[in-house]
């Protein structure tokens, strides 16, 4: 059935197909209205499941853990500050292997506050040992939600997930989207089985005990094989949900990049304006490419060093920074690179951020500056539309 | 039982008494019988608790105490085993029984 619906109630409608049986929540905008669909759905009988009202995003992820022990399928969201606020909590839920899956709202972080969009929330939270995926439409963020699960919860895996849609550009905005039928999804992700020792009075177990030194390290070993491991039925459950609902997702989704001496790799949303321009670059004879990074942990080295190792240059646009280095996508598709004997020049863009557009013309700078890496050297770190002269000037340079 | 679980999980109960704790101990509680009073406040204040209660005839008989009539209440020892030497019973016996010597190892 094609509805017509805003990226939160993708996550929202993800999370009622899933048959989420716990969500406990706190709003943030942009993500406010997937805790407000969630109420509205269960209000109306539509979904059966528990709404656990709490009174931070501190809160709102320990109650997450603690249903999640207890062995139901729990879901929630948040975004920026929200997520940041959850930072020392995220680390508990993977380091016990709950299969928790959190819609997140992409949006910058204060200061200045700012509620729009960009890629530095989940970013952030890189470390915390959940899994990363980032949907480019409304459609990707209500398939990957309800494939979060699957992933999530497998037996090889047991880690939890996060599933970006970008603030207001795809939180906010209607797109039309294939809902799938509940039998089907059912089906799908048959139902939940906790592979994992539970909370349960008849079968007690400590949960979240201490780990001393001699110990500690075989734990987060066990975290980094099911990250590994994780790799692997990813492209298991993408594959399985192409053959039964025919929408093709990969962690790396090339376009464009046989022939392609400038490959561009994007995340989210800015993806399909960036789809169309390299097409544009195609229909004029310019050997561009795109690839799109929907994976992001664990993050796909193998495949970004196959798809990309013919390129001369490879253009990363990202909506994120690390202050002292550089983006965080460039940071890691650079060490990807270190072990190729043959590999392209790679250069950072950093755009969009604070939910700064993201237009033609800021990718006809971007691919400026690639042409011209091709036969000389350039910045490694480029700021793309930025009015860098005012900044000067604040900063007393000028 | 295995330790490296999935998730530092400990799917069998009841195994703390397994960590044998009076082993962190640096200083030790000796309790002087021929002193003690019996009136049970290093028992009621100890947190593990390692002071156990003994309050069969026997025990209360065979243990000394500064006054016969006293070998009627019940009486009180430590179990080294998870005593770990916080000293509050040493802290709090009212008449000092309780001597607080460094850990011989
Ligand atoms: S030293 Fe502390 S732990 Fe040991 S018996 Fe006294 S109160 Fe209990
Ligand atoms: S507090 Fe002192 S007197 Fe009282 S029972 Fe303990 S050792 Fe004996």
């Not at chain 1, 501190?58 to 249903?67: E, L, N, P, Y």
């Not at chain 1, 680390?91 to 969009?117: E, K, T």
């Not at chain 1, 919860?153 to 207001?168: C, K, N, Q, S, T």
């Not at chain 1, 557009?357 to 690639?370: G, H, K, P, Q, W």
Request: aromatic share 10%; proline share 6%.
């Amino acid at each position: 059935m094609k509805v017509m619906i805003r990226g939160n109630e993708s996550i929202a409608y993800a999370f009622k197909l899933a048959r989420v049986q716990v969500v406990p929540a706190y709003p943030i905008t942009p993500s406010t209205l997937v805790p407000e669909k969630i109420s509205e759905l269960i209000a109306n009988g539509e979904m059966k499941a528990e709404f656990v009202p709490v009174e931070s995003e501190h809160s709102a992820m320990s109650a997450a853990i603690g249903a999640s022990a207890k062995g139901v399928r729990v879901g929630t969201a948040t975004a920026s500050q929200g997520l940041a606020l959850m930072h020392e909590v995220l680390f508990i839920a993977s380091g016990m292997r709950l299969p928790i899956v959190m819609g997140i709202g992409n949006r910058a972080l204060s200061a200045p506050i700012n509620i729009w969009c960009d890629h530095q929330d989940m970013m952030s939270q890189r470390d915390t040992g959940w899994m990363q995926f980032y949907a480019e439409s409304n459609q990707e963020g209500l398939d990957l939600g309800i494939m979060a699960f699957k992933i999530a919860e497998d037996e090889r895996v047991l880690l939890p997930a996060m599933v970006g849609i970008d603030a207001f550009v795809l939180t906010h905005t209607v797109e039309p989207v294939e809902l799938p039928e509940q039998k089907d999804v059912d089906d799908f992700l048959g139902e939940f089985v906790p592979h994992y020792v539970t909370l349960d009075p008849q079968n007690p177990a400590t949960l979240g005990s201490f780990g001393f030194p001699e110990h500690f390290m075989e734990f987060k070993y066990g975290q980094w094989i099911a990250m590994e491991r994780a790799k692997k039925v990813i492209d298991e459950v993408f594959e399985e949900f192409e053959e039964r609902f025919g929408r093709k997702y990969m962690k790396v989704y090339p376009e464009f990049v046989e022939d392609a001496e400038i490959i561009l790799v994007t995340m989210g949303s800015m993806t399909s304006t960036t789809r169309e321009f390299v097409r544009r670059l195609r229909e004029q004879g310019k050997k561009v490419g795109l690839v799109k990074l929907t994976v992001f942990r664990p993050f796909p080295k193998e495949e970004l060093r196959e798809i990309l190792k013919n390129a001369k240059v490879v253009a990363v646009v990202e909506r994120n920074i690390s202050f002292g280095f550089g983006g965080a996508v460039y940071a890691e598709l650079s060490s990807t690179f270190s072990r190729m004997k043959e590999k392209p020049k790679i250069v950072d863009f950093i755009v969009g951020l604070g939910g700064r557009d993201i237009t033609f013309n800021t990718l006809n700078s971007v691919v400026e500056i690639a042409e011209k890496a091709m036969h000389e050297e350039v910045d490694e770190v480029n700021w793309i539309d930025v009015n860098k002269e005012a900044v000067l000037k604040a900063e007393g340079l000028l | 039982m295995e330790v490296i679980t999935r998730g530092a999980v400990i799917p069998e109960p009841g195994n703390s008494v397994e960590n044998k704790t009076g082993t962190w101990r640096v200083f030790k509680p000796i309790i002087h019988y021929e002193k003690c009073i019996r009136c049970l406040i290093c028992w009621q204040f100890c947190p593990e608790p390692a002071i156990l209660l003994y309050e069969d005839e026997e025990t209360k008989k065979k243990t000394p105490a500064p006054k016969e009539p006293l070998k009627r209440l019940p009486v009180v020892e430590i179990d080294y085993d998870y005593c770990k030497g916080c000293g509050i019973c040493y802290n709090e016996c009212p008449v000092n029984a309780i001597e607080f010597v460094k850990e011989e190892k």
